[in-house]
Structure formats: structure tokens, C-alpha cells
């Protein structure tokens, strides 16, 4: 059974960092992909980035480009997000997901393409 666990949310200042962690279990993922999505209140989930785990081709949405940074370790089955320059409009649960049967070309960036979802940690930006 697959799970994903996230962890490494918490309260942080406009311009601060955080790394969010991503454990994986329950399968090998070497054949997935994995994103990271957001909600903020009132609001629709949203991608946020995602990378293959196989090549480790990393895709992000425009409003983190360059801010945010995608990652995964084979040894430790985690994938990471690492949050620089937040701003409070990052104010968000973030949720870990994978999908079992990516696309060939690009990943999904559509949540419903995705099979398995952790329980997502907070987030929350101060100005």
C-alpha cells in the first residue's frame, strides 16, 4: 500500500525558507512521477512542481519558477521541496502526490491524474 507522509511545514516570514520532505512507501518509485500541489483557503488544489523520479526532469508552475526547487533521493525514497523568498500569498496546505502511470513527454499537472496523496502539511507565510 502506498503512502506518502509529509512534514516540514510551519509559520515562516515573508523572504524566509522552508524544506518540505516528502517519505515514501509501499512501492518503488522509480517508474513515477511525483508533484507537490497546494491549497489555499477558498481555493482550488494547484500544482506547484513535479519531477520524474526516472530522469529527475524536475517542471514547475510559473508563480514558484525560480523560488522553488524540486528534489528526490533514491536512497532515503523522499522527495523534498525547498522554498526560498516566500511570500504570504505561499500561504497553503502543500500536498505530496504520485502518479503511478505518468505520460510519456511532460508530467501531469492535473491533480486527477494523480493516483496517491499524502495529508498534506501547513504552510503559512507572515508579511
Known amino acids: 500500500q502506498v503512502q506518502l507522509v509529509e512534514s516540514g511545514g510551519g509559520l515562516v516570514q515573508a523572504g524566509g525558507s522552508l524544506r518540505l520532505s516528502c517519505a515514501a512507501s509501499?512501492?518503488?518509485?522509480?517508474?513515477?512521477?511525483m508533484g507537490w500541489f497546494r491549497q489555499a483557503p477558498g481555493k482550488e488544489r494547484e500544482f506547484v512542481a513535479a519531477?520524474?523520479?526516472?530522469?529527475?526532469?524536475?517542471y514547475y508552475a510559473d508563480s514558484v519558477k525560480g523560488r522553488f526547487t524540486i528534489s528526490r533521493d533514491n536512497a532515503e525514497n523522499a522527495v523534498y521541496l525547498q522554498m526560498n523568498s516566500l511570500e504570504p500569498e505561499d500561504t497553503a496546505v502543500y500536498y505530496c502526490a504520485a502518479d503511478r502511470r505518468p505520460p510519456l513527454g511532460s508530467i501531469s499537472y492535473a491533480r486527477d491524474q494523480y493516483d496517491y496523496w499524502g495529508q498534506g502539511t501547513q504552510v503559512t507565510v507572515s508579511s
Open positions: 519531477i520524474r523520479w526516472s530522469t529527475g526532469r524536475t
Open positions: 509501499g512501492r518503488t518509485f522509480s517508474s513515477y512521477d
